[in-house]
């Protein structure tokens, strides 16, 4: 059985107004459900849910079904979403087997394999705190006041001051130590090939998943004379990129769905601290710069974001880039920047949770902020700064009242920001929300030839028949890339392929897929009409192909050639009859 099989089989298991209602407040309205969109920023009840499987946002137009509401309100990929969705519908996942390659199922073995060993390592790490071993780290602990209750909650753990003290556990429990190395859990030596332990001497934080998956380690030094570096972090991995994970959201997923609200800090100390003093809504980021992917999952979780930063120079400069990464998205985002010389943990412990209340009221809408910390900037580095923010803009009904309040505050000319866009236009680089009103109205797939856009729509409604469209000869009227990129998606993925589609691509799928598109349930009379639109075309395209041989011909005094293509075009070519158009 195929991927396919048990994804109709959890839809079956699985109602979608019952899950979807457990994270939004659903009103039932005649035969379906509605409530404000949680993707995007409204009040009016936009979001509709049908009994049948569906979802969609009028506002918004995302649209999809479990997997895709699982994906997008919690970040997930589709297998992570599969494999939570199946364990919830009592659906063994290893009971089917994928039709693909062989190397996809190395790679799912491989991702099996790594979750065991982060999760042995894990259980290792826990052992190690709570041991003889561990009493310096539980001393260091104490002294942060971070309780037992809390630990014990983040999975908190202790690498011992050994080179070899994972590795050898790892062994004893027959794990291969190779695939640990590439996973980032053990390092390799650069002289003997042999593994050992990145992590030593150092409290140990688990990175997790939304489904409490370990995936990486953060580690911290806890000896201060030491001079090696505070934080260490786990590599990229095949199960993990740290660009596309937050620290603690795990955890804080539930909170920030009752609070509207996500405070993101930038260390893992802030985050427990913040949790242990009652502000269960904070995640932190994991020793990188904030990503966009990082910002789409959070944007996919609460509608206010509240960036905790430094006051500090690196603090503003952090707070500003992240800003303006969710204010180019369209979200509601505030900064609230500590006082000089204090973080979150000596402002909670030393002043107590109302003193930081206190300063969340104080927080600054994001681009005033940005505005603020411009206004001590270079002009000429405002005004790039500027001409960047705006041409990272991803809703353009929001582009120019932006273009009047950085003008207005910063006493720029309009017209010098707007002649800065135009310019990049002139030279290539994509100005988002910026676009003519020529490109915005002529997207990729509206100008595709129509015989291509109905190959699509029958292959996008019918991607279970995909190959008896191929066998019609479909694929060789498909020239467009965007069209060769979209039906190569569909022939090895099926209906999976809708999951993992963005941009027009999306739009097009759900075009002919969402709730306002016709039901998919008569695959036979679509796919008849297409055939016959494919004869018809292949019909007009070889009668011009003999006619334009017959010019050829006639020109160059080839009358053999010229009456064979006579007598050809005399002979029936499969036209359609009239009543046979559609």
């Known amino acids: 059985m195929a991927d396919n099989d048990a994804v109709e089989l959890i839809k079956q298991r699985i109602n979608i107004v019952d899950l979807i209602g457990r994270y939004i407040p659903l009103r039932q309205l005649g035969n379906r459900f509605v409530a404000p969109c949680p993707f995007h920023q409204e009040t009016k009840p936009s979001f509709n ?12 137009q995302k649209s999809g079904d479990i997997f895709s509401f699982m994906m997008e309100y919690h970040g997930l990929s589709f297998r992570d979403a599969l494999e939570q ?39 290792h790490f826990v052992a190690n705190l709570e041991s003889p071993d561990g009493a310096a780290c539980r001393s260091y602990m104490a002294e942060r006041g971070i309780p037992n209750e809390l630990a014990t909650r983040f999975g908190l753990g202790w690498a011992k001051d050994s080179w070899h003290d994972l590795a050898g556990f790892l062994k004893t429990r027959g794990c291969d130590l190779n695939l640990a190395m590439e996973g980032g859990l053990l390092g390799k030596s650069a002289k003997t090939g042999r593994p050992y332990d990145p992590f030593r ?23 201060k004379a030491s001079d090696s570096a505070k934080y260490i972090n786990s590599q990229d991995s095949p199960i993990y990129k740290k660009g596309e994970h937050l620290y603690g959201l795990d955890l804080a997923a539930k909170a920030i769905r009752v609070h509207k609200k996500v405070y993101l800090t930038e260390g893992y100390m802030d985050v427990l601290t913040l949790h242990q003093f009652g502000f269960e809504n904070a995640v932190g980021g994991l020793g990188t710069a904030l990503t966009d992917q990082q910002v789409q999952r959070l944007m996919g979780y609460g509608p206010e974001i509240d960036l905790l930063y430094d006051g500090d120079n690196a603090g503003r400069k952090a707070a500003m880039a992240a800003a303006a990464k969710f204010l180019a998205r369209g979200a509601s985002v505030r900064v609230i920047l500590q006082p000089e010389g204090e973080d979150i943990d ?19 809408p994001g681009l005033r902020f940005c505005v603020e910390t411009l206004l001590l900037a270079a002009p000429k580095d405002a005004l ?6 705006i041409r990272s803009m991803q809703l353009p009904e929001l582009v120019n009242p932006t273009i009047v309040y950085l003008a207005r505050c910063l006493n720029f000319d309009e017209q010098s920001l707007r002649d800065g866009l135009a310019q990049d236009m002139v030279q290539g680089r994509p100005v988002q929300g910026a676009a003519t009103p ?9 100008t595709l030839p129509r015989i291509e856009r109905e190959i699509l729509r029958t292959a996008i409604r019918y991607p279970g028949h995909v190959m008896e469209i191929r066998d019609l000869g479909a694929d060789i009227l498909l020239k467009s890339p965007f069209s060769t990129a979209l039906w190569q998606k569909i022939l090895s993925e099926g209906e999976q392929a809708g999951y993992e589609l963005e941009g027009e691509a999306r739009t097009l799928w759900d075009s002919f897929r969402g709730l306002e598109a016709p039901p998919c ?9 297409l055939k016959k639109s494919l004869d018809k075309y292949l019909h007009s395209i070889q009668k011009s192909s003999f006619s334009a041989i017959l010019r050829q011909s006639d020109a160059q005094g080839d009358f053999h050639t010229g009456m064979h293509v006579l007598d050809t075009l005399q002979e029936p070519l499969s036209e359609p009859k009239k009543n046979d158009q559609v």
Not at 53 to 59: K, T, V
Not at 384 to 389: A, V
Not at 438 to 446: D, G, R, S, Y
């Open 201 to 223: 001497a150092r409290l140990m934080f688990p990175i997790r998943t939304t489904a409490s998956e370990t995936i990486a380690f953060g580690g911290r030094i806890i000896d």
């Open 521 to 529: 349930s008569n695959p036979a009379a679509e796919i008849g009409a």
């Open 346 to 364: 000596s402002l909670l412990r030393g002043q107590g949770p109302d003193s930081f209340r206190d300063l969340c009221e104080k927080a600054k």
């Open 85 to 123: 969705l199946a364990q919830e519908a009592g659906v063994d996942l290893s009971r089917y087997q994928r039709r693909a390659k062989s190397a996809a199922s190395g790679q799912r073995n491989t991702r099996k394999d790594l979750l065991l060993m982060y999760r042995l390592a894990q259980a």
């Open 49 to 60: 849910v049908t009994p049948d499987g569906r979802f969609y946002c009028f506002g918004c």
């Open 438 to 446: 020529a490109a915005a109205a002529q997207p990729v797939a509206k």
């Open 384 to 389: 790039e700064w500027c001409r960047s923010f």
